[in-house]
């Protein structure tokens, strides 16, 4: 079974500051992770994904995750947060090709101008 | 190219009634799922097809709820006698046949927001 908890359900940062954005996950076998973000209104949107490649994955807006085996997390980080970040992040979790997704709760993320 | 679609965006029933939700998934997409997102909450596993068949149902939380998809393309999820639990964003995804063995990139659609009343 696989689960994913996100510490914080509402995060604010200021425009041009770092942004991380916390997951851990729980998976009986090697998982597959990823971040979605969802705007408002919208449907969700991949920003990357973990597939056993290399432990850091890079992706679209500038957003990259570190893949922590031994700390079973999967953060996700920017390193200047824009305006246009604002959104609902979303951490998840699979355990194999063609399988179903399970979501964290999700997190706020709110930039300060 | 298109995109995941969903109609009708926005779905008001009164409680008891059928609603139909539908989903287009990009062409050529293998793989359809449907979600139940509740408000201030992640989207929840309800049920996925691999072209016609339903692989996979586990998540349909009653018997009211059902899923199709016919001819392996467009899909309905059909909710019958609806509750104000029934309340949520129905999300549907897709995704392309598999390649090397990882798994695949779900495109997910805008979703229907379904108020019961």
């Known amino acids: 079974a696989q689960s994913v908890t996100q510490l914080g359900s509402h995060v604010s940062v200021s425009e041009g500051a770092l942004v991380l954005l916390r997951c851990n996950y729980s998976s009986s076998v090697p998982p597959y992770l990823f971040w979605y973000v969802q705007y408002p209104n919208q449907g969700l949107q991949l920003l990357l994904k973990y597939t056993s490649a290399a432990t850091l994955v890079k992706g679209i807006n500038g957003f990259e995750a570190e893949f922590k085996k031994s700390e079973t997390s999967f953060h996700l980080t920017k390193p200047s947060a824009h305006m246009s970040d604002a959104a609902e992040y979303f951490c998840?979790?699979?355990?194999?090709?063609?399988?179903?997704?399970?979501f964290g709760p999700g997190t706020s993320l709110s930039v300060i101008p | 190219g298109a995109g995941v679609s969903q109609s009708p965006r926005y779905k008001v029933a009164k409680r008891g009634q059928d609603v139909a939700l539908r989903c287009d998934p990009i062409?050529?997409?293998?793989?359809l799922f449907w979600y139940q997102q509740a408000l201030g909450q992640g989207p929840e596993f309800l049920t996925y097809f691999q072209n016609e068949a339903q692989l996979d149902k586990s998540g349909l939380p009653s018997d009211r709820f059902f899923a199709e998809r016919p001819e392996g393309s467009v899909s309905t999820l059909k909710i019958q006698r609806t509750q104000q639990e029934d309340s949520a964003v129905y999300l549907c995804a897709s995704s392309p046949p598999s390649s090397g063995g990882e798994t695949d990139t779900q495109y997910f659609g805008p979703g229907t927001r379904l108020t019961v009343l």
């Open positions: 998840a979790v699979s355990g194999a090709s063609y399988d179903k997704v399970i």
């Open positions: 062409s050529g997409h293998v793989s």
